[in-house]
């Protein structure tokens, strides 16, 4: 079984302040995605990476994919109270059938 | 609105009974793919459906059940319902670079 671990498991921050959530796993991907999720919503798709060290941008949003592609990060910068959320990374696994697997996620909240 | 259209929004039933969740997959995705999320567990795969055809199974228990139609919306069964499974049930639709949520159903069994 493929597991994806993210930690922090919970961030509560300062509107204004950077943050860095980290998305682990001891399989390749063959790619990576970022959601958020409101309470009571679905998730919503941030981003897709799929090349070894990428790095991919969305306003205050940066996202990098490991060289190796076994692990991703996000970082928020100046986070705002919008930003609230859960933040979930999903992984895709080569090989044979391609099924995407979710890490743990991070309950982040911002303070204004 | 996301494209991805799930009812009911809520459910609550009593345990040992039977229930369906209904799910349009957004206008042009063939797959369907079923979540459970309860408080402790995260978001755990159920199945996929592709074109009406099984082509994935996770974690689904045996009193679980889906299926895809021709018009390729897709219900999900859950039948002898225990208070455990009371949880969040989404699906999505997309593909593994990038999926598409619904808004839920959100079960609770008294």
């Known amino acids: 079984t493929q597991l994806l671990e993210q930690s922090p498991q919970f961030l509560s921050i300062q509107e204004g302040e950077n943050l860095t959530v980290y998305c682990n796993s001891s399989?390749?991907?063959?790619?990576l995605q970022w959601y958020r999720q409101e309470p009571g919503e679905g998730p919503v798709l941030l981003v897709t990476?799929?090349?070894?060290?990428e790095v991919k941008k969305l306003k205050r949003l940066t996202f990098q994919f490991g060289d190796a592609r076994k692990d991703s990060s996000l970082h928020i910068t100046a986070a705002q109270p919008g930003d609230t959320g859960l933040y979930l990374c999903?992984?895709?696994?080569?090989?044979?059938?391609?099924?995407?697997?979710f890490g743990t996620g991070t309950k982040l909240q911002v303070i204004p | 609105d996301s494209g991805v259209t799930q009812t009911p929004k809520h459910l609550i039933t009593a345990t040992g009974q039977r229930v369906t969740l209904r799910c349009s997959p957004r206008?042009?995705?063939?797959?369907v793919y079923w979540y459970q999320q309860s408080l402790d567990q995260g978001l755990q795969f159920l199945i996929q459906?592709?074109?009406?055809?099984?082509?994935a199974k996770g974690n689904i228990l045996e009193r679980f059940s889906a299926q895809q139609f021709p018009d390729l919306h897709s219900e999900l069964n859950l039948s002898s319902l225990e208070l455990g499974d009371s949880a969040l049930y989404f699906c999505?639709?997309?593909?593994?670079?990038?999926?598409?949520f619904g808004s839920g159903t959100r079960l609770t069994v008294v």
């Open positions: 999505a639709s997309g593909t593994v670079n990038g999926y598409t």
């Open positions: 399989s390749v991907f063959s790619s």
């Open positions: 990476v799929v090349t070894g060290g």
């Open positions: 999903a992984g895709a696994f080569s090989g044979g059938y391609q099924k995407v697997t």
């Open positions: 206008s042009g995705d063939l797959s």
């Open positions: 459906y592709y074109n009406g055809e099984e082509r």
